[in-house]
């Protein structure tokens, strides 16, 4: 059986030295990194199953890791903090986090909640092993293009088929500027262009996925320009 692989992203060696004897001694393979730059580069070049994260590091701290991380990778983080305010940890959470747990802690406890978030895991992979080439994730909008389902923050939301094609487009291009004219021949396969029918359908999809549709989070317009699905 093939071991799971876990990346320990803490600046405090003593702190990633305790927790990597944990999980080596439970048969675990391990990979330490120091900060969020160094386990961004980890993460590319290694398959890893699950990272543990400290959210105060140098250089990178934890929540812009796991902000970048979402943009490309779905396997569970959990976070460590020595800060218990609640809404650390929900920022922590909202930013990609599967699981908080709060410094100083017990050892067999941040042990039991890796089993369980690798168990997690690995049963969601085992029911679509192809998950992760099907469902694009932006934050917390998910297109699945499979069963052609989009949720956004967990909520399934009913999408018309322009729409879905649309959000498809600028999903799998994020940070990409579209123009009207090429969203409009891209859907349509059209080349006499209809920009107001562009802007219907734009306004629509935000009042979807957007908490506040006239100070969209997702949803982007670049003036004279077209629009974008912005990373997150």
């Known amino acids: ?13 003593e702190i990633a030295v305790a927790i990597e004897a944990y999980l080596l001694n439970q048969g675990y393979l391990v990979t330490l990194a120091s900060n969020g ?20 590091m140098p250089k990178m701290d934890g929540i812009t890791f796991t902000m970048k991380l979402r943009e490309t990778h779905h396997f569970p983080v959990i976070m460590l903090s020595a800060k218990s305010e609640e809404v650390d940890q929900i920022m922590g959470l909202n930013m990609g986090a599967d699981d908080y747990v709060t410094k100083p802690f017990r050892p067999l406890e941040l042990l ?33 293009m499979e069963t052609k389902e989009f949720t956004v923050d967990g909520s399934l939301v009913r999408l018309t088929p322009i729409e ?11 940070g990409r500027v579209f123009p009207a004219e090429e969203i409009y021949e891209r859907i349509w396969n059209e080349t006499a262009v209809n920009t107001d029918t562009i802007m219907v359908h734009i306004r629509n999809i935000r009042e979807k996925i957007e908490i506040n549709p006239k100070k969209p989070k997702y949803l982007k317009v670049v003036w004279g ?6 990373k997150q």
Request: hydrophobic share 40%; proline share 2%; aromatic share 6%.
């Open 1 to 13: 059986m093939k071991k799971s692989h876990i990346l320990i992203v803490e600046d405090e060696q």
């Open 37 to 56: 730059i160094e386990a961004l580069e980890v993460v590319y070049s290694q398959s890893i199953d699950l990272a543990i994260v400290d959210v105060m």
């Open 112 to 144: 039991a909640r890796v089993n369980s978030q690798l168990r997690r895991y690995q049963r969601f992979s085992a029911i679509n092993p192809e998950n992760q080439q099907n469902i694009l994730t932006i934050g917390g909008l998910e297109l699945n």
């Open 164 to 174: 879905y094609k649309i959000l498809n487009l600028l999903m799998r291009h994020p």
């Open 225 to 230: 320009v077209g629009y974008k699905i912005e």
